[in-house]
């Protein structure tokens, strides 16, 4: 690993697991619009990070991280039954946002959040996994480091800023109201599954 502790990563890849018919792409970032975080924020992968961290602006990589490096294995014990109740709103159930394979966002009394794929909806009870959807699988990457640099000050601070809830812009909590322009999947860290 490197001693800079916290640096600018911006990389393109594609994403491969095993298919039925050999491997099967299931995401892309792409030049245009990078996968890009800061190391040592826990955004991406410790293996994914532990496997660029090093690597220099213009290097192609491919690498793979087993199922333990990557998501785990899938659990059926992260198959749970929810009270349909609880997705009902003014005693009505939302039928706009939870459906079969709807992915929606949760929270437990921890305060905690995460999100979970709606499986089936019953009378009483919605079932919903709760696994990361590519739990179980080995992951292939293959791609270019766009960016490795040390990260900024103003980076640093707006990582922490988005990871509190905030935009990352100065402002605070503005949900996307102040001015700048908000590109999450990008700089958040949401749009890309690791």
């Known amino acids: 690993m490197s001693n800079i502790p916290n640096q600018y990563i911006a990389v393109s890849y594609r994403l491969y697991i095993d298919g039925d018919n050999g491997k099967e792409m299931v995401e892309e970032a792409t030049a245009e619009q990078p996968f890009h975080f800061i190391s040592g924020f826990g955004i991406a992968l410790d293996a994914f990070e532990k496997q660029l961290i090093n690597l220099k602006k213009d290097e192609d990589f491919a690498f793979s991280l087993e199922k333990e490096e990557a998501y785990g294995e899938y659990d059926l014990t992260h198959v749970v039954d929810l009270d349909r109740e609880i997705f009902s709103i003014n005693g009505h159930f939302d039928h706009e946002h939870i459906y ?3 992915i929606i966002p949760l929270q437990n009394e921890d305060g905690n959040r ?16 709760l696994n990361h959807p590519l739990a179980g699988e080995t992951l292939y990457f293959e791609g270019k480091v ?3 640099r040390e990260a900024t000050p103003e980076e640093i601070k707006g990582m922490i800023a988005r990871m509190s809830g905030g ?7 503005c949900d996307g109201d102040c001015g700048h322009e908000h590109d999450h999947g990008e700089n958040c860290g949401c749009g890309h599954c690791h």
């Open 146 to 148: 766009l960016e490795n």
């Open 114 to 129: 995460f999100y979970g794929k709606v499986l089936e909806i019953g009378e009483e009870k919605v079932k919903v996994d």
């Open 100 to 102: 079969v394979d709807a």
């Open 167 to 173: 935009c990352g812009c100065g402002c605070h909590d």
